[in-house]
T-cell receptor, first 112, second 113 residues
């Protein structure tokens, strides 16, 4: 039973391009949706997060779009850089400080 | 400041042996989480400690897995009678009171031969 589905599994983008990763969730009790970035050999690190009362949140080159009615949210990485090459995970939880349910991850490769 | 630390960074054990994995959360963080990251299952929740409350053990895959948190700080995850399917990276995270953000450690890579 996969409560958070993430796509695509992998993504190759040219430097300067836009990376788009999509997630869909099933549990309407989820109310916190973070994105984590993970480099090889490291633990995941919070990139950006959103709550359902907001449809979009932008931090630098990273934007989350949220569609509550469709139960979907996405991460857009603008002006992708080789240093953005990493695995990205979407996640969801029912309340602040609660356990996270993760998507399957997307491996992003930015070609110079 | 210091982040979440985990030890050992790598552990190789034989099937049937017991292992203990340690997590030192960020000072002052009252919540502590254990997750497991494996190729087949992705990142999955194991157990969650919040202050003095009873832990949420709903993610533990079997009774071979247990965890404790001493003095509201350091936590140990114990796996008894390890099996090959236990091979994974075990990640610990902590968060401060009232915060959504979970800070992850580098993980312990467990290999069961």
């Amino acid at each position: 039973q996969q409560q958070v589905k993430q796509s695509p599994q992998s993504l190759i983008v040219q430097k300067g391009g836009i990376s788009i990763i999509n997630c869909a969730y099933e549990n309407t009790a989820f109310d916190y949706f973070p994105w984590y970035q993970q480099f090889p050999g490291k633990g995941p690190a919070l990139l950006i997060a959103i709550r359902p009362d907001v449809s979009e949140k932008k931090e630098g080159r990273f934007t989350i779009s949220f569609n509550k009615s469709a139960k979907q949210f996405s991460l857009h990485i603008m002006d992708s850089q080789p240093g953005d090459s990493a695995t990205y995970f979407c996640a969801a939880s029912k309340a602040a400080g609660n356990k996270l349910t993760f998507g399957g991850g997307t491996r992003v490769l930015v070609k110079p | 400041g210091a982040g979440v630390s985990q030890s050992p960074s790598n552990k190789v054990t034989e099937k049937g042996k017991d292992v203990e994995l340690r997590c030192d959360p960020i000072s002052g963080h009252t919540a502590l989480y254990w997750y497991r990251q494996s190729l087949g299952q992705g990142l999955e929740f194991l157990i969650y400690f919040q202050g003095n409350s009873a832990p949420d053990k709903s993610g533990l895959p079997s009774d071979r897995f247990s965890a404790e948190r001493t003095g509201g700080s350091v936590s140990t995850l114990t796996i008894q009678r390890t099996q090959q399917e236990d091979s994974a990276v075990y990640l610990c995270a902590s968060s401060s009171p009232g915060s959504d953000t979970q800070y992850f450690g580098p993980g312990t890579r467990l290999t069961v031969l």
